[in-house]
């Protein structure tokens, strides 16, 4: 066995928002990435479209940047939990975590369950208090909440000695001691690296054996299987056997090998024991696969990833308006796209159902696979989706188990009361309450998945958009009995046309509209919501008939409210199991699964 000290491989994880991405940035601007002339975008790992417009990082991202003679790997994940199945599977290439906390927020949700993960792997994590210029920072606290996390989570002796370091990603300064000495760049942070994480140990002259945890794709190469040298040396050109999941072998060649230089891609000839190399020429590969050498073939065990805890149908699109916006709108067009999505998506499960235009779409959460319909509209797709529900299993005595998430919620002190009144009709359990020194008040629930859904929006609107929000899947318990579904109705359209300034001046005393005048509707689509819980048919196309007579008072001007306009998310939040979301490139519509009148009164009638 030889170590490679020239090399380290490491990964950022972290909740939400707590700086990952722009730390890394800072990484590559003082590690000399970049020219001195040349223009950098912000968060330049976020190079999804996605990505920058909500200012998420949703897939991994891997890059290198050298430290004087040192090569370090940058593996920069996820922070959100529904993308959890990202930092599963590339913790299994990295040596050492950089487990970043915001200096104010301190642990949250996320944060516990990427320590958790590496932890059990046995990674070295070096905790970065980051954002120690927030206002209200409170760097040593959170350092204490952290020792605590880790002690909970049941860390050796050797990992609960973590190396903490204190930065400000935005700034680009970091420092062992802010009380002391101000931080002046980001040296504290790759020494820390290069001094705690321990280089990548292995045998190169043994048989080849490389786990892949990652593919992409190539327009010029096609499918590259993205990986880490367990054993061995790998050179282009070379001939090997894949290890597929299911026992069967494939012999195949490595037609283009690559490593990662700053952003970009390398060609190289060969590669050692730990390096993290793109392989181009694999066309049958999938991740979690093993690449060895053909006369010693020996595959790896592969991370198990969670199971989803929420599932969708998507089906072929049958409204009225279909095939007017989509390219891609046929049931063999679903199949395969969805099908390809589960090749790179591992934490995301696609079942055929008895109906050949329906598939059931099983993911981590609402978030998870709302990125996958609206990645999908903006390639073309159209289709309907329904309500998200969760997955239920039963355990060896047969006794029903839903899935339960912990909630975290910090809220300025008036809206308590309102918070905990909502969460209590969703059966949650409040676990912990406490107030930081700024006032918030910061809560944690334990509360079913299903008790989540369609509670972000309400929670927005009772905290007038000052409480924050985020929770991550805690564990399967006993079914925790019947919630109470949305208390308000739908709004419905009496026939297809064109709404007009007049049919909505009507319709809107009788709710909340979700359209305006001149869009195109259709017989059983849904255009707003009734207070009441009861679904009411308006005519939103009726126009005022011209005659000669003219009264006093009766032309006045019609002063419609401003319609709520939905995003995706509130879409699929709003609709009850009765109603459906229309996905199209260009449109967004909610629908009733039966369209006409009549017939919606007799199933009900039927089905009481």
């Known amino acids: 066995m030889s170590k490679m000290e020239k090399l380290r491989n490491i990964a950022i994880i972290a ?13 590559l601007k003082q590690s000399g990435t970049f020219r001195s002339n040349e223009q950098v975008d912000d968060r330049v790992m ?19 940047v050298m430290y004087g003679d040192t090569k370090i790997n940058i593996v920069d994940t996820p922070g959100h939990a529904d993308f959890g199945g990202e930092v599963e599977r590339i913790l299994m290439m990295v040596d050492g975590v950089l487990l970043l906390v915001d200096a104010f927020e301190g642990c949250m949700p996320q944060t516990r369950f990427v320590l958790k993960k590496a932890l059990a792997l046995g990674k070295k994590a070096i905790v970065v208090v980051n954002k120690i210029d927030r206002p209200m920072a409170r ?41 002391s000495t101000p931080g002046t760049d980001m040296k504290p942070i790759f020494d820390m690296i290069v001094n705690e994480v321990s280089a990548p140990e292995g045998d190169e002259n043994a048989p080849l054996q490389i786990l892949f ?34 026992g069967t072998q494939t012999k195949t060649k490595i037609s283009k090998l690559y490593m990662y230089e700053g952003l970009r891609r390398k060609e190289v000839l060969e590669a050692r024991v730990g390096d993290i190399i793109q392989v181009a020429g694999m066309n049958e ?48 067009n679903l199949r395969e796209r969805l099908f390809k999505e589960v090749e790179t998506n591992v934490s995301l499960k696609v079942e055929e159902t008895d109906s050949a235009d329906t598939f059931k779409v099983s993911g981590r959460g609402e978030l998870h696979l709302s990125i996958l319909i609206e990645t999908m509209r903006r390639q073309g797709y159209e289709f309907q989706v329904s309500p998200p529900s969760v997955i239920y299993k039963r355990d060896d005595n047969g006794q029903l188990l839903e899935p339960i998430e912990l909630l975290m919620i910090e809220v300025p002190e008036e809206y308590v009361g309102v918070v905990m009144e909502r969460l209590g009709t969703r059966k949650a359990e409040i676990k912990n309450m406490g107030t930081r020194d700024d006032g918030t008040s910061h809560l944690e629930f334990l509360i079913p998945s ?10 927005l609107t009772d905290t007038n958009g000052n409480g924050i929000m985020s929770h991550v899947f805690e564990s399967y318990e006993p079914f925790k009995g019947d919630l109470d579904q949305r208390t308000t109705g739908s709004i419905i359209v009496h026939e297809t046309g064109e709404s007009t300034g007049y049919g909505l001046f009507n319709t809107q005393s009788r709710g909340r509209l979700f359209i305006g005048p001149g869009t195109p509707v259709y017989e059983g689509m849904v255009v707003g919501e009734n207070p009441k819980n009861e679904d009411i048919v308006c005519n939103v196309c009726k126009k005022k008939q011209m005659t000669n007579t003219r009264a006093a008072g009766s032309d006045d001007a ?15 939040e709003f609709i009850k199991n009765d109603e ?27 089905n009481k």
Request: hydrophobic residues 35%; glycine residues 8%.
């Open 15 to 27: 909740h939400v928002d707590h700086g990952k991405t722009t730390l890394v940035d800072q990484l």
């Open 285 to 332: 590969l999938n991740i979690g696969e093993t690449a060895c050498d053909p006369e010693h073939i020996d595959p790896m065990p592969f991370v198990k990833i969670d199971e989803p805890t929420l599932s969708m149908n998507f089906m072929v699109n049958n409204s009225p308006f279909a095939g007017q916006d989509g390219k891609f709108v046929t049931s063999r």
């Open 450 to 459: 299903r008790g989540l859904l369609g509670f972000r929006s309400q929670f």
């Open 558 to 572: 019609l002063r419609l409210v401003p319609h709520s306009q939905l995003s995706l998310e509130q879409c699929l």
């Open 580 to 606: 459906l979301v229309e996905i199209t490139p260009n449109n967004i519509r909610l629908r009733k699964r039966i369209l006409n009148k009549e017939l919606r009164m007799k199933y009900e009638a039927k």
């Open 139 to 179: 760097p040593a606290e959170v350092v204490d909440e952290v020792l605590d996390l880790f002690i909970e989570l049941g860390a050796d002796d050797e990992q609960i000695e973590f190396p903490v370091v204190y930065a400000s990603g935005r700034d680009g300064v970091a420092t062992y001691d802010p009380e």
């Open 213 to 246: 945890t990652n593919i992409e794709y190539d327009e010029y190469v096609g499918r590259i299987g993205v990986g880490r040298v367990t054993r061995g040396t790998v050179k282009n050109g070379q001939a090997v056997t894949l290890c597929h999941a299911d």
């Open 46 to 64: 976020d190079s999804n479209d996605l990505e920058r417009e909500r200012g998420i990082t949703i897939l991994s991202k891997i890059t290198s």
